[in-house]
């Protein structure tokens, strides 16, 4: 018996990865704006970073706030893809090898376009 993905479990995992966008892309929009007012707060004062303790506070929060949004870049860039996968009907086929993905490993990572043998090899 092949473990392919099923269509019931194609649109199970649809809704779920359309969900995981719409956060992402909330979570995105929340960062954008938190780094609109870190750049604000740094135009008000008369930021130096170097002796203004509170400037540095503001370095240190738009550093975490861009790899934060880098992160949700990244991962909303995985779910349009994994989307994307579904479309074209290749969901749930290594991207690498052309073997299926275990669906244990989609159940974990829906996201994953690599089976757990090519994701070792590749990804270290
Ligand atoms: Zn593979």
Known sequence: MSAGVSPHDRSRVRSLLNEEKADLERSIRGTRSELEAVLEARADG????????EGSTLSTDWSRLQGLR????ERL?????????LDAGTYGTCAHCGRKIAAARLEA???AALCIDCARELQG
């Not at 008369?46 to 303790?53: K, L, R, V």
């Not at 880098?70 to 870049?73: G, M, P, V």
């Not at 860039?77 to 996968?85: F, L, N, P, Q």
């Open 46 to 53: 008369s930021a130096d970073d170097e002796h203004d303790p």
């Open 70 to 73: 880098r992160s949700f870049a």
């Open 77 to 85: 860039g995985e779910t349009e893809e994994a989307i994307a996968r």
């Open 109 to 111: 990572r829906p996201v």
